[in-house]
């Protein structure tokens, strides 16, 4: 397969599983994918949106790695925090 057919394949699948989930604020989510490596960008509420959008897409095929880019905002203080990169999964 084309390198940059595989590359739109893994992100329109991981932006659909977005857009199909309950979360409506993981409909603003994008995903870039290179060399194995997913990325999330965005901003979601709290942590467990955070933790939800990178279950959605760890078992696509051709992932190695999820770096979970997006930003956490608090809703009462209107702060936004990144917490850094997520772990391998596998």
């Known amino acids: 397969m084309e390198i940059e057919s595989k590359v739109r394949l893994v ?5 659909k ?3 199909q989930s309950l979360y409506p604020e993981l409909k603003h989510i994008v995903c870039n994918y290179r060399n194995g490596t997913l990325t999330l960008h965005g901003v979601v509420s709290n942590s467990h949106a955070r933790r939800i959008a990178q279950e959605l ?11 979970n880019q997006l930003a956490v905002t608090s809703p009462t203080e209107g702060s936004t925090t990144a917490t ?7």
Not at 11 to 15: F, L
Not at 57 to 67: A, R
């Open 11 to 15: 992100e329109e699948e991981a932006q």
């Open 17 to 19: 599983r977005m857009h």
């Open 57 to 67: 897409i760890e078992d696509l095929e051709g992932i190695e790695t999820v770096d």
């Open 84 to 90: 850094g990169p997520a772990k391998p999964t596998r």
